[in-house]
């Protein structure tokens, strides 16, 4: 087994496998919440791993930054290594004012300025969507731990310096927060017949201009890290 970016053996991924931007986070949690983490993938520095948490296998990746990274990984997940669920774990910049530093944002759909799914075809415009029983699933373990999380739209973009880009008009549509990735991940679920689902922490807000500082913004993503955790774990007793 194996494929130009991931040096892992046939079976080495579990069958949810977490997914943040950063690799050192994606290390992160491995060494924090995983039991018996191994690293089984280590190509270009994306590292990936796999353990259990709670008795359930799980595996974590990085992504890289942006649509064209995420979709490189999540398709040789899909496709190569069997995995049947992936949760984005990330940041995002709120653009509704109803959103506060440190809210929990689960993203329902992922509008999008990139040509992404142009690959498929299609006669119109698709619409990347959460699987429903992911998103139901973590909105249940969120409201367990205490977290009421805002659930809608969010924008992937493909620039993170845009100089055409007008992110607060995506706001006025009802689209709660902007980052990179999302998009195209739902895309490659639904072209592989597969679970996808993105939950992102609010780490800046293009509203107020306000950022989380770094000490912050660890405490927070872990709160996220064990949402998502948790729901892998009822993923596989479902």
């Not at 109803?98 to 993203?107: G, N, Q």
Request: hydrophobic letters at 45%; a negative charge.
């Amino acid at each position: 087994m194996g494929t130009p970016h991931n040096e892992a053996a046939s079976g080495a991924f579990a069958k949810t496998v977490l997914m943040p931007g950063d690799p050192l986070r994606a290390k992160f949690i491995a060494e924090t919440f995983l039991e018996d983490a191994k690293l089984v993938n280590n190509v270009r520095g994306v590292q990936g791993w796999t353990g259990t948490y709670r008795g359930t296998p799980v595996s974590v990746m990085a992504s890289g930054m942006g649509i064209p990274s995420i979709g490189i990984y999540s398709y040789e997940l899909f496709h190569f290594y069997d995995v049947d669920n992936i949760i984005r774990v990330g940041s995002a910049g709120a653009i509704s004012p109803k959103l506060k530093l440190r809210d929990i944002v689960m993203a329902q759909g992922a509008c999008t300025d990139s040509n992404y799914a142009r690959q498929y075809g299609l006669p119109g415009t698709f619409a990347p969507i959460a699987d429903f029983k992911l998103l139901e699933t973590a909105v249940a373990v969120a409201r367990r731990m205490g977290v009421e999380p805002p659930v809608g739209n969010i924008l992937s973009s493909d620039a993170f310096y845009n100089k055409a880009g007008r992110p607060l008009d995506w706001g006025a549509m009802g689209v709660l927060a902007i980052e990179m990735e999302s998009a195209a991940l739902y895309c490659n679920a639904a072209e592989a017949g597969k679970r996808a689902l993105t939950i992102c922490t609010i780490s800046d807000s293009l509203v107020t201009g306000e950022e989380l500082p770094p000490a912050d913004r660890q405490s927070t993503f872990t709160q996220m890290m064990e949402i998502a955790l948790e729901t892998a774990v009822e993923m596989a007793e479902a």
